[in-house]
DNA sequence: CGAACGATTAGCT
DNA sequence: GCTAATCGTTCGA
């Protein structure tokens, strides 16, 4: 039995939300699959967005939990976040990977791509494969088109450092379901599983 | 107003 | 492993 992830679920700190969202189920009209790789981010943090403050980009961050936070990186990928904690706090946990699972075929219509493996295996490869567009910035996740399942059991979950940032390196605020074959990387070997 | 810089990815060595 | 591609955001002058 699974259940809908409500708003309210998302007021813990983000490093606690990033690893529930382990094993849930991400679906953008009915695409998606489960979510396998995440990363936590806060605004006591140098690698947050929302690290000095809001801004006209990072705005949705600041305003309620459960909301889509999307970006645009590096000029080309757009990216979802789940936000964290009460409103006006700037916290959010990023979606890095996910096993797909519903609608194969549009997933890989749109990313022109067989290997599922490589389908969602990445922040930008699950904009492009789950259809995220800015539109959906600050939209609530218990609503179209979005839907969010809770994990239906315990996952052994692996952390380490986060992707692609160059502060905060001591922070291990990415988080894994161990053994996965959808991660945008491996994890490193001396990261262990995690109670 | 200009310029540096990314929470990345694909493709090549 | 290394790098080009690519452009909106952010900050300093």
Not at 149 to 162: N, S
């Amino acid at each position: 039995m699974t259940r809908t992830l409500h708003p309210d679920d998302f007021l813990p700190d983000s490093p606690t939300v990033a690893r529930e969202l382990i094993g849930a189920i991400l679906l953008v009209d009915g695409i998606g699959g489960r979510i396998v790789e995440t990363e936590a981010y806060d605004r006591a943090d140098p690698a947050s967005h929302t690290f000095n403050g809001p801004t006209p980009r990072n705005q949705a961050m600041f305003g309620p939990p459960g909301r889509a936070y999307v970006y645009r990186s590096y000029g080309i990928h757009w990216c979802l976040n789940f936000v964290c904690r009460e409103e006006g706090h700037g916290a959010g946990v990023l979606i890095r990977a996910i096993e797909p699972l519903e609608g194969l075929k549009e997933m890989r219509r749109r990313r022109s791509l067989d290997d599922p493996k490589l389908l969602c295996a990445g922040p930008g490869r699950v904009g492009e494969a789950l259809g995220i567009v800015l539109d959906m910035n600050g939209l609530r996740l218990d609503r179209k088109p979005f839907k969010v399942l809770a994990r239906d059991r315990d996952y052994d979950i692996v952390t380490g450092p986060r992707i692609g940032i160059s502060k905060a390196m001591e922070l291990h605020w990415r988080f894994g379901l161990a053994g996965s074959p959808f991660l945008s990387r491996r994890f490193s070997p001396a990261s262990r599983p995690t109670p």
